[in-house]
């Protein structure tokens, strides 16, 4: 039995991923968080072989929380589920310790599909992340700038996309404002 944790700040779907897995005969959903921080404290109170988390939520996202959950509990699977294009996301996520990453658009069989494969230790590539790898190992530069980010800068990159200020980013982060406003110079984050 797989043992799954459900971390989306929307109820409906959190209860519709609970539904789609109950009717699978090797998932058990033992869990649900609605943010980053209870997604952090599931995985510290919860035995999960496999966490199917979003990115954005409000206060701690998916992103922020990624590193901390990866920090306590290794060994734990985290399938990010998110309605972020590939493109944008994945390369990066599963850098930071993702073991898979889909878009919400896709065929809900492929997020069992991922469970399983996660659940044995391995990543899961879609398609479209596989075509991605394959791009970034055509190119002679490295690829685009922000691809090229540490996991912090990443998280200020982010941020800053969003339009939170130099302030509320030092804040969100537990950064000082000129270390905010230094990683906002790098090449792949200067606006």
Same mark, same amino acid.
């Given at each position: 039995? $797989?043992?799954?944790?459900?971390?989306?700040?929307?109820?409906?779907?959190?209860?519709?991923?609970?539904?789609?897995?109950?009717?699978?005969?090797?998932?058990?959903?033992?869990?649900?968080?609605?943010? =980053?921080?209870?997604? $952090?404290?599931? &995985?510290?109170?919860?035995?999960?072989?496999?966490? &199917?988390m979003d990115l954005s939520m409000p206060g701690q996202s998916g992103i922020d929380a990624l590193g901390m959950i990866?920090?306590?509990?290794?060994?734990?699977? $985290? +399938?990010?589920?998110?309605?972020?294009?590939?493109?944008?996301?994945?390369?990066?996520?599963?850098?930071q310790g993702a073991s898979g990453y889909l878009n919400k658009e896709c065929e809900p069989m492929e997020i069992v599909?991922?469970?399983?494969?996660?659940? +044995?230790?391995?990543?899961?590539?879609?398609?479209?992340?596989?075509?991605?790898?394959?791009?970034?190992?055509?190119?002679?530069? =490295? =690829?685009?700038?922000?691809?090229?980010?540490?996991?912090?800068?990443?998280?200020?990159?982010?941020?800053?996309?969003?339009?939170?200020?130099? =302030?509320?980013?030092?804040?969100?982060?537990?950064?000082? &404002?000129?270390? &905010?406003?230094?990683?906002?110079?790098?090449?792949?984050?200067?606006?």
């Open positions: 039995m $797989i043992k799954v944790g459900i971390v989306d700040d929307h109820a409906i779907v959190r209860s519709g991923l609970k539904q789609f897995f109950s009717e699978q005969v090797d998932l058990r959903v033992v869990g649900e968080a609605a943010s =980053g921080r209870e997604a $952090i404290d599931l &995985v510290r109170t919860t035995e999960l072989d496999v966490l &199917v990866r920090a306590k509990a290794p060994d734990v699977g $985290i +399938l990010i589920l998110s309605g972020y294009p590939e493109e944008h996301y994945a390369m990066n996520l599963i850098r599909n991922a469970i399983r494969t996660i659940a +044995l230790g391995r990543r899961y590539i879609s398609p479209a992340v596989a075509e991605l790898l394959a791009q970034q190992l055509n190119r002679k530069e =490295g =690829g685009a700038p922000h691809e090229q980010l540490s996991e912090r800068e990443f998280q200020v990159f982010l941020k800053l996309a969003k339009g939170e200020t130099a =302030g509320d980013i030092a804040k969100a982060l537990s950064l000082s &404002v000129k270390t &905010v406003s230094t990683y906002r110079t790098r090449p792949g984050i200067e606006q």
